[in-house]
């Protein structure tokens, strides 16, 4: 990925422009994103949806900048920008519904939770019988809400970590987040496994505990097992999360997506 990004820097300097049309712009963005070099994969991704505001590509492209700026830049209200623009359209698509859902879970975790309801319930309105697992997940919220408890403890550490601005985990640089594939067919068989640079601790092994949380593909790793495997059922964009815990305290939070087609 890093050789790809060379060789398209170099063509970019060369000034040769209409070599990146659509396709390749956002092979780029793609590129850039699985890198973790996610501003600049935002970058692509903002050129792609500008430059070709009707490309296949709009409705991926926009739902990834919204959730780099959520998750990847703790931007919480450019994040819900680029997800009302999406949850408006009258067609429909994955990224749609999902943003309905990421809409709701953001309101959720800042205590709004009229407006998380509504936002769940448009989701389960607009679904039907479509996204089966955005839909179970958008349900397991609206319990929580109903039954006036917390989000699910998992899933707000996350959150928490990922909107604190001030926290050493900004930089998501000890953990990292891995698929066998990122562009998947539906029920293609994946492994998500996570990379953790700690430092030596002489002979003792570090007892790590993974907290998952997002779109896992209906899998429920323990709280010990580092990697799990998955299938999707539905299409679109699907990210994983996970914060990882030591004796000594939280030692950092990673996400990462896949996209099913």
């Not at 903002?46 to 931007?75: R, V």
């Not at 205590?111 to 397991?140: C, F, I, P």
Request: with cysteine; charged share 20%; glycine share 4%.
């Amino acid at each position: 990925m890093a050789y790809a990004e060379k060789i398209y820097a170099k063509i970019e300097s060369l000034g040769q422009k209409d070599a990146f049309n659509q396709d390749r712009i956002y092979l780029r963005a793609f590129n850039l994103e699985k890198m973790k070099a996610y501003s600049d994969a935002q970058k692509f991704y903002l050129q792609l949806t500008q430059s070709y505001p009707d490309t296949k590509y709009f409705d991926e492209a926009t739902y990834k900048i919204a959730m780099i700026n959520a998750y990847a830049l703790a931007d919480i209200n450019e994040a819900k920008k680029y997800f009302q623009l999406l949850s408006a359209k009258t067609v429909l698509s994955p990224q749609v519904i999902s943003s309905l859902y990421q809409l709701g879970l953001l309101a959720q975790w800042e205590g709004d939770l009229a407006e998380a309801s509504g936002h769940y319930d448009l989701l389960l309105k607009n679904a039907h019988d479509q996204y089966v697992l955005t839909v179970a997940a958008a349900r397991a919220r609206i319990k929580e809400i109903q039954e006036n408890k917390p989000l699910s403890y998992n899933l707000k550490t996350f959150l928490d970590l990922s909107f604190n601005k001030d926290s050493a985990l900004a930089e998501m640089n000890k953990a990292e987040l891995r698929s066998s594939g990122y562009a998947l067919a539906k029920s293609q068989s994946n492994t998500i496994s996570s990379v953790v640079n700690m430092p030596q601790s002489g002979c003792n092994q570090v007892e790590l505990q993974y907290l998952w949380s997002g779109d896992l593909g209906g899998a429920n790793p323990a709280v010990t097992e580092s990697s799990f495997q998955n299938t999707y059922s539905d299409s679109g964009t699907k990210e994983i999360n996970m914060v990882i815990i030591s004796p000594a305290g939280t030692v950092d939070r990673s996400f990462t997506m896949v996209d099913v087609y």
